[in-house]
């Protein structure tokens, strides 16, 4: 496995409970890229967009394995994962986001999710810390969320307890096919042999050197940067996450706000800005206007792996034995225990899930130029 983020160590966690020697290499501290800096939500039903039907699919098939995943993850490790059911709030504060909020429940409800629309009245007897202005909201009560700072400690637990070994700060620089296995290289010049390989090293999966033209997925950075608050964790501000335009809000069980999060195609530049956060705290305060007394705990910046159509990669390579799990964008956390079903299905020989072949890498190898 190169890569230690969720989707690493679940597809390990996965294979070691299957019988299987799996060893992890990571370039930094598992979990502390995209995860660490992840909201943490199972938004599989508001995510939902027009012309993305399989990817509805994959999203409700993982959301729906959450739940046991997570009692699972927690019996393994004794730590608890933070997950929460209390649902997600897409809120309107404005006439023109209420005509595309109506808009958009309309074609939710046309795909058959399951989804709700509240009135005000409904919307601040549930969250009164909501402005005035709130209008209506779709409630989508399944979409719930998880802590990723607290799966990530869960995962090593659970993998360790499983027998996968984790090597953190071993940076993968060049992968090679040696007859039937595998062989990777790492920085500090030692190397890894095995039957199997797989990349799931999320925004640097590109770069790894010795993968074919057509084994080299393409992912990108995508920086997002958040802001963490701190509530009173016995009178919350916030109880549910809610969605507005353009940021989001999760709330911890300890009394930590999420407020996230911006895309941005920067690279590998990390840096806070002063637009970004402004971005996020004014859309934050029309929708909560208490939080401009919360203080705040930390400012947060990730570097999410986006693949050029957006949809995660998932799967088998054209090399024997070679396998991926990157390209998540803002869904790592939700499509992890997906993640780990469909990579160990082609590595243990298993049907793959109904639809799965439409996440493989391949699919870039397929495109077909549009004639003018």
Known sequence: MVGAGICGLAVAWRLADAGLRVRVVDRGAPGREAT??????????????????????????????????????????????????????????????????????????????????????????????????????????????????????????????????????????????????????????????????????????????????????????????????????????????????GVYLVPRADGRLYVGATVEDRGFDRAPTAGGLLSLLEGAWRLVPGLEELAVAELVTGLRPRSRDDLPIVGPGAAPGLHFATGHHRNGILLAPATAEIVAAGILGGTPPVGAAAFALDRFTKEVATPR
């Open 36 to 245: 660490w800096a992840a909201g943490g939500m199972l938004a599989a039903t508001l995510e939902a967009e027009p012309g993305e039907e399989g990817m509805v699919a994959l999203a409700r098939w993982s959301q729906g394995l959450w739940p046991g995943w997570a009692a699972r993850l927690a019996a393994a490790s004794g730590i608890d994962i933070g997950y929460r059911g209390d649902g997600t709030l897409q809120v309107a504060t404005t006439r023109d986001e209420l005509a595309a909020l109506r808009h958009r429940h309309a074609f939710l409800t046309r795909l058959g999710l399951p989804v709700e629309w509240w009135d005000g009245g409904r919307l601040r007897g549930d969250e009164p810390g909501l402005s005035p202005d709130a209008l209506a909201a779709i409630a989508s009560p399944g979409d719930h969320q998880v802590d990723p700072r607290a799966v990530v400690p869960a995962l090593l637990a659970a993998c360790a307890a499983a027998g996968v070994e984790v090597s953190p700060r071993r940076a993968v620089t060049a992968v090679r096919r040696d007859g039937a296995a595998w062989t990777a290289t790492c920085a500090d010049g030692s190397g890894e042999g095995a039957d199997a390989l797989v990349v799931a090293a999320g925004s640097w999966s590109a770069s790894i050197d010795g993968l074919a033209p057509a084994d080299r997925p393409p992912v990108r950075p995508a920086k997002g940067q958040a802001v963490v608050l701190k509530m009173d964790p016995a009178a919350p501000l916030v109880r549910h996450v809610i969605w507005g335009a």
